[in-house]
């Protein structure tokens, strides 16, 4: 249904409301005006109703009640002039990257004569043109999200739609996509911008924050971050203590949200209430506080009611891993070949217990492989591995059954219910069938399952498949656990949820290795490994990757997203470099 146009836009929508059966609706009475050469973002946890709107928008869902309009017209008149990527992109692929353009312009109408200066220039902005003849399947996680957006440009809109761009890709091509959003806003075009990250929401003109379907929070970033001003600190000087002094000070009722930053935690405070001092907090004679610059992140959390409590119930409710002098996970030479392509070359490193080790890298470095080799998922060419003091070579299915294993994308079977994947899972593990029963009553009260034992996992919301995902990987209590991309494309309260639950089974003894592109989540590590290009870059404590970042006079104070791009152009510096000499 179309209405009168919004003053200086180019879509806009009131009084959206859409349900999908009973109960509380996907959307209620939501509004959005998008303005030409501008980022509009839209922002919210799980389940918020975010794609639902950019359906509406984009026309191929009506809503039940409110107005649309898309150029003064309704969406299904102005096909033309909407661009539309979809959180999970339709590529096909085992097409290539030109046949997946050819076949979006022709499913667009594009005539064929302008394919070859419409197809150009794609190539040139998302220079993808040195891949046109490879199979979009065999495209890293960046280069994918660039095709899917040369798709949806097949058509130059004058609004596009984005829902999630980022989400799975490492922060060099997010960067990147943010570069090709900022071109085509230059042309005018109107950009919808939905994420999960929330440094992303930060850099639109707006946004729009939805919660359970309703909107609560409309503006420039700034004033919402504004409303947390003089309430955030930063606390350090308390040893090595980071993760108890996290917990301790999340189970505080003046606290409502906390993350650690390298050696040091990163604290919100309430509303009216003082900020507590150094006895206060009671962490100890040499703990120092100073303030903290706000971020929206800080006022996003206090918006929807602040993070989860610091205590676990999992790390209560699991067993103590008993101390050893063994290295938990360990790494010589780890090395893999596909034919003469190299994916990982020499990797080393050793993890003692109850320590988390990243591995970060762009999309394509060799982390995953480094990873699936030391899950005993691919053979190494060279090298040798071990985990809990089992040699992958020799032992790899005793290794395996050492570990937790978590994944975003494989780790759930989407066609099984709730309860079958918990079933299966402790079948998988040789579990009793006592000790199996007991250990899935334990997940689901733990993560609140119970309603959900019925449907298919394949249909819940990200952050339950997340909380399901992790119920699957500890029910056997293993001493060891790898995530691989655990929270890829998950909101800021379920990420948090998340790390509780991490740091406190890492109290009890358990070692975690995982992969991340979310570079806050980096801090959590006692140590990480920079891989790019199949080798080792730079490891150490997340504050050494930062300091060595900053010595490269770049950045005076650079996070950890800032250290990560650093390093890997000095890299790509001194290859140049040396390539020339």
């Given at each position: 249904?179309?209405?009168?146009?919004?003053?200086?836009?180019?879509?806009?929508?009131?009084?959206?409301?859409?349900?999908?059966?009973?109960?509380?609706?996907?959307?209620?009475?939501?509004?959005?005006?998008?303005?030409?050469?501008?980022?509009?973002?839209?922002?919210?946890?799980?389940?918020?109703?975010?794609?639902?709107?950019?359906?509406?928008?984009?026309?191929?869902m009506?809503?039940?009640?409110?107005?649309?309009?898309?150029?003064?017209?309704?969406?299904?008149?102005?096909?033309?002039d909407?661009?539309?990527?979809?959180?999970?992109?339709?590529?096909?692929?085992?097409?290539?990257?030109?046949e997946?353009?050819?076949?979006?312009?022709?499913?667009?109408?594009?005539?064929?004569?302008?394919?070859?200066?419409?197809?150009?220039?794609?190539?040139?902005f998302?220079?993808?043109?040195?891949?046109?003849?490879r199979?979009?399947?065999?495209?890293?996680?960046g280069?994918?999200?660039?095709?899917?957006l040369?798709?949806?440009?097949?058509?130059?809109?004058?609004?596009?739609?984005?829902?999630?761009?980022?989400?799975?890709?490492?922060?060099?091509?997010?960067?990147?996509?943010?570069?090709?959003?900022?071109?085509?806003?230059?042309?005018?075009?109107?950009?919808?911008?939905?994420?999960?990250?929330?440094?992303?929401?930060?850099?639109?003109?707006?946004?729009?924050?939805?919660?359970?379907?309703?909107?609560?929070?409309?503006?420039?970033?700034?004033?919402?971050?504004?409303?947390?001003?003089?309430?955030?600190?930063?606390?350090?000087g308390?040893?090595?203590?980071?993760r108890?002094?996290?917990?301790?000070?999340?189970?505080?009722?003046?606290?409502?949200?906390?993350?650690?930053?390298?050696?040091?935690?990163?604290?919100?405070?309430?509303?009216?209430?003082?900020?507590?001092?150094?006895?206060?907090?009671?962490?100890?004679?040499?703990?120092?506080?100073?303030?903290?610059?706000?971020?929206?992140?800080?006022?996003?959390?206090?918006?929807?009611?602040?993070?989860?409590?610091?205590?676990?119930?999992?790390?209560?409710?699991?067993?103590?891993?008993?101390?050893?002098?063994?290295?938990?996970i360990?790494?010589?030479?780890?090395?893999?070949?596909?034919?003469?392509?190299?994916?990982?070359?020499d990797?080393?490193?050793?993890?003692?217990?109850?320590?988390?080790?990243?591995?970060?890298?762009?999309?394509?470095?060799?982390?995953?492989?480094?990873?699936?080799?030391?899950?005993?998922?691919?053979?190494?060419?060279?090298?040798?591995?071990?985990?809990?003091?089992?040699?992958?070579?020799?032992?790899?299915?005793?290794?395996?059954?050492?570990l937790?294993?978590?994944?975003?994308?494989?780790?759930?079977?989407?066609?099984?219910?709730?309860?079958?994947?918990?079933?299966?899972?402790?079948?998988?593990?040789n579990?009793p069938?006592?000790?199996?029963?007991?250990?899935?009553?334990?997940?689901?009260?733990?993560?609140?399952?119970?309603?959900?034992?019925?449907?298919?996992?394949?249909?819940?919301?990200?952050?339950?498949?997340?909380?399901?995902?992790?119920?699957?990987?500890?029910?056997?209590?293993?001493?060891?656990?790898?995530?691989?991309?655990?929270?890829?494309?998950v909101?800021?309260?379920?990420?948090?949820?998340?790390?509780?639950?991490?740091?406190?089974?890492?109290?009890k003894?358990?070692t975690?290795?995982?992969t991340?592109?979310?570079?806050?989540?980096?801090?959590?590590?006692?140590?990480?490994?920079?891989?790019y290009?199949?080798?080792?870059?730079?490891?150490?404590?997340?504050?050494?990757?930062?300091?060595?970042?900053?010595a490269?006079?770049?950045?005076?104070?650079?996070?950890?997203?800032?250290?990560?791009?650093?390093?890997?152009?000095?890299?790509?510096?001194?290859?140049?470099?040396?390539?020339a000499?």
């Amino acid at each position: 249904m179309a209405g009168p146009v919004a003053p200086d836009s180019v879509a806009s929508a009131v009084g959206i409301t859409k349900a999908f059966g009973p109960g509380l609706p996907a959307l209620d009475s939501v509004g959005i005006t998008i303005r030409p050469g501008k980022v509009t973002g839209l922002v919210g946890p799980d389940g918020a109703g975010k794609t639902t709107l950019i359906r509406i928008l984009a026309g191929l869902m009506s809503a039940d009640a409110g107005t649309v309009t898309i150029l003064g017209g309704a969406p299904s008149e102005r096909l033309d002039d909407i661009g539309y990527m979809p959180q999970r992109f339709g590529l096909y692929e085992d097409l290539t990257v030109r046949e997946n353009l050819t076949l979006y312009a022709q499913l667009r109408g594009l005539p064929g004569e302008e394919h070859e200066a419409v197809f150009g220039r794609l190539y040139q902005f998302t220079d993808l043109g040195r891949f046109q003849d490879r199979l979009s399947g065999k495209l890293s996680g960046g280069m994918k999200q660039k095709l899917g957006l040369a798709c949806a440009l097949v058509r130059t809109p004058r609004v596009l739609l984005l829902d999630e761009p980022g989400v799975g890709v490492d922060p060099i091509s997010r960067r990147e996509l943010w570069a090709m959003v900022g071109e085509l806003t230059e042309q005018g075009i109107g950009v919808l911008w939905s994420t999960a990250y929330l440094d992303e929401a930060e850099l639109c003109d707006d946004v729009y924050l939805l919660s359970e379907g309703k909107q609560v929070f409309t503006g420039p970033p700034a004033d919402l971050t504004r409303r947390v001003d003089g309430r955030v600190i930063r606390v350090t000087g308390f040893a090595d203590r980071r993760r108890m002094a996290l917990t301790e000070a999340l189970d505080r009722s003046d606290v409502i949200d906390g993350t650690i930053q390298g050696r040091a935690v990163r604290l919100l405070i309430g509303p009216g209430v003082p900020i507590p001092d150094a006895e206060a907090l009671g962490m100890g004679s040499d703990t120092l506080i100073e303030p903290a610059h706000p971020r929206f992140e800080d006022g996003f959390i206090e918006r929807l009611g602040g993070g989860p409590k610091g205590t676990s119930a999992l790390a209560t409710s699991y067993r103590e891993i008993p101390p050893n002098d063994e290295p938990a996970i360990e790494a010589q030479g780890l090395t893999k070949h596909f034919g003469d392509f190299v994916a990982a070359g020499d990797i080393r490193f050793t993890v003692p217990r109850g320590e988390i080790f990243g591995l970060l890298g762009p999309n394509g470095a060799g982390k995953s492989t480094t990873f699936k080799m030391l899950c005993g998922l691919l053979t190494p060419s060279e090298g040798t591995g071990s985990v809990a003091g089992h040699d992958l070579r020799h032992a790899a299915a005793s290794a395996r059954a050492s570990l937790g294993y978590m994944a975003q994308k494989f780790s759930l079977y989407g066609d099984l219910s709730v309860a079958q994947n918990l079933d299966f899972f402790a079948g998988a593990y040789n579990l009793p069938r006592a000790r199996a029963r007991q250990a899935i009553e334990r997940m689901v009260e733990i993560f609140d399952l119970g309603d959900r034992l019925s449907v298919n996992a394949g249909t819940l919301p990200l952050g339950f498949k997340q909380r399901l995902a992790l119920a699957c990987a500890v029910m056997h209590e293993p001493p060891v656990l790898f995530l691989d991309e655990p929270t890829s494309g998950v909101d800021p309260v379920m990420r948090r949820e998340f790390w509780m639950h991490i740091n406190g089974l890492v109290q009890k003894g358990v070692t975690v290795l995982v992969t991340t592109h979310f570079m806050d989540e980096a801090e959590y590590c006692d140590r990480v490994t920079l891989i790019y290009r199949a080798e080792q870059i730079a490891t150490g404590t997340p504050d050494a990757l930062k300091a060595q970042a900053g010595a490269l006079g770049q950045i005076e104070d650079p996070t950890m997203e800032d250290a990560f791009i650093a390093l890997i152009e000095e890299q790509d510096r001194r290859h140049t470099q040396g390539e020339a000499a």
